[in-house]
């Protein structure tokens, strides 16, 4: 032959939306198909049907009447797979609902003298929600079958999958060997079967092996010793990240080739799919995984990323590609030996681990962890000026202020006092209570804030505030009395006398002219004597106050 002709009329769904030709399979000869149309409705809704046709030399004539779902909504004929000669069917209806909602089942019919007869009872999931039936296959005679429940959990995971295969021992199925259980959370084994002639080799499709994260698939091959299925040879993995490995799959007669769909490969195009062929070589695969990475180290560290780098292992084959993983976490991959990893947070400790694979995915073990912190976040957005200053218990030489509270995108630090346009001081509060200030005299403050990063904000609005006079009012006391004290000598070197004609305890404060405060102390008796050695030459303010009398005078250090 050159080319390829059309065998026969197309065969056409009998109604719309029934979804003829979703599953199919042939005979060896290719002379007899069965036809799944898992959306026609029958005498329900969406109960599924299957038909089967044989080639008479002429045109395809069915054979048998139409085989429906047994329930409404079981979808029946969503899988099927035919033998060799065309006698033996089986039918998929993944959504039946017998032991529980959508635990599928599987029922297999032989051809008898004049129509398609049931043999053995349905073969039902084992719990709700398996989808039982997802996919099916029978070898060459048709007494053996395999059927993958995609969504079965397990004891350990939810979703793993499963594979069950079963023999006709000439009355009824029994289960040939244990269940092949997926082995990962949503995984999903059993999305894809296929069984050779014999009936001794299965191939099972899990195609989001690996995670949420990677979701490689993976399909796995076993062997029917005579007691249990033994794996055939090491899984075979997809090629890279999402490819979906597995999510179809189909072995030759012999069993000694498989092919593997992959729909989510991006080799020639996003999402594009490969199919991938691979031959039994009965040698003995690559089972030796590459050194340990060494000396992984940090390149370069930001506020949200960090370069790794470290010393290539060594592997029999050579490596293929490298682990990055940060918190027991995989979250990527790399063929050389360095990486930048992204997305972090700034101020954050992170432990990182690599781990070398090789060609066959025979893995080391992790490399020593290191932990490295990312920088701060750089703060550039000062705080927002302070508002809403208010002055209180105002007294001739002292008043207290108080304002509202600035914000910061990572928190204020503290704020300036501003005097007459001068910083005066900085505190952390907001309010400050102002000390030895003159009497009748007007200062103008203001307020800053500053965050950690020393960012400071604009100033507040200017406040005036006027201290108020002294007070004379003593009754007949006179404020100001030059009798009461005596303080000599003035000017003075390094020292100062008081004398005193009253009793009693009284206390002594030293200002600058300016109203700075430079010594404060409480005496007592007649006499006492100051020190001014460590005050700097100048003109000062000393201010004597008893219970009853302020006396004020000017001194002058020498």
């Known amino acids: 032959g050159i080319s390829w002709i059309q065998k026969g009329l197309a065969i056409d769904g009998k109604t719309e939306g029934e979804l003829l030709g979703y599953s199919l399979d042939l005979s060896n000869d290719g002379n007899a198909i069965v036809i799944g149309a898992p959306s026609h409705h029958g005498t329900g809704t969406w109960m599924g049907q299957v038909r089967i046709f044989y080639w008479n ?5 069915q054979k048998g009447i139409d085989i ?51 043999r053995g009872l349905d073969i039902e999931g084992i719990k709700a929600g398996d989808h ?34 079963f023999e006709w021992n000439g009355s009824s199925w029994i289960q040939r060997g244990a269940d092949i259980n997926g082995e990962v959370t949503s995984g999903f084994a059993g999305v894809s079967v296929s069984i050779n002639n014999d009936g001794d080799v299965v191939a099972i499709g899990e195609h989001r092996y690996g995670g949420e994260l990677n979701r490689y698939g993976r399909v796995r091959l076993f062997e029917w010793d005579g007691i249990s299925w033994d794996p055939m040879g090491f899984d075979l993995i ?107 947070m700034p101020n954050t400790t992170y432990t990182l681990n690599v781990v070398a694979c090789d060609s066959s995915h025979n893995c080391s073990a992790f490399s020593k962890a290191i932990s490295l912190t990312t920088n701060k976040e750089i703060d550039l957005d000062p705080p927002t000026p302070p508002t809403g200053l208010i002055a209180s218990n105002i007294t001739s030489n002292s008043f207290n202020l108080l304002w509202s509270h600035s914000s910061d995108n990572f928190g204020v630090e503290g704020y300036y006092i501003f005097v007459n346009s001068i910083v005066d001081t900085s505190i952390t509060a ?35 505030v006027t201290t108020s006079a002294v007070s004379t009012d003593f009754g007949t006391k006179n404020l100001f009395t030059d009798g009461l004290y005596n303080i000599y000598p003035n000017p003075t070197t390094n020292q100062i006398t008081i004398e005193s004609i009253l009793i009693g305890t009284y206390t002594v404060e030293i200002t600058t002219i300016n109203g700075s405060e430079v010594f ?14 460590s005050l700097k030459k100048g003109a000062y303010l000393i201010t004597i106050r008893s219970k009853d009398y302020v006396t004020i005078r000017k001194i002058i250090k020498l």
Request: charged share 20%.
């Open 132 to 165: 039982c039936g997802r996919a099916v296959s029978t070898n060459g005679l048709g007494d053996v079958v395999v059927i993958g429940s995609v969504y079965y959990d397990t004891n350990e995971n939810d979703d793993a999958g499963q594979a069950r295969i």
């Open 57 to 61: 030399g002429v045109s395809w004539v």
């Open 68 to 118: 429906n779902g047994e329930e409404d909504g079981d979808l029946s004929g969503s899988s099927v797979s035919i033998n060799s000669n065309g006698s033996v069917i089986v039918i998929g209806a993944e959504y039946h609902d017998v032991d529980g909602n959508d635990a599928g089942h599987v029922r297999i019919y032989e051809w008898g003298e004049t129509a398609w007869e049931q």
């Open 238 to 344: 997809g090629a890279e990240l999402d490819d979906k490995f597995g999510f179809s799959v189909s072995v030759n007669a012999e069993g000694n080739i498989v092919g593997i769909g992959a729909i989510y490969n991006d080799g020639s195009g996003k999402s594009a799919g490969h199919v991938r062929i691979f031959g039994w070589n009965e040698f003995a695969p690559d089972v030796e995984p590459p050194t340990v990475p060494t000396g992984l180290a940090a390149a370069l560290i930001n506020t949200n990323l960090i370069e790794i780098e470290w010393n290539p292992s060594i592997d029999n084959d050579g490596v293929e590609y490298y682990q990055i993983f940060v918190d027991n976490q995989e979250v990527a991959q790399s063929s050389t030996t360095s990486y930048i990893i992204t997305d972090l």
């Open 520 to 533: 404060c102390q409480v005496s007592e008796g007649t006499s006492t004597k100051i020190d001014l050695s």
């Open 430 to 464: 907001n309010s400050f209570s102002f000390s030895g200030l003159d009497p009748t005299t007007t200062y103008v403050v203001a307020v800053s804030a500053f965050d950690e990063a020393m960012n400071q904000s604009e100033s507040s609005s200017p406040l005036e």
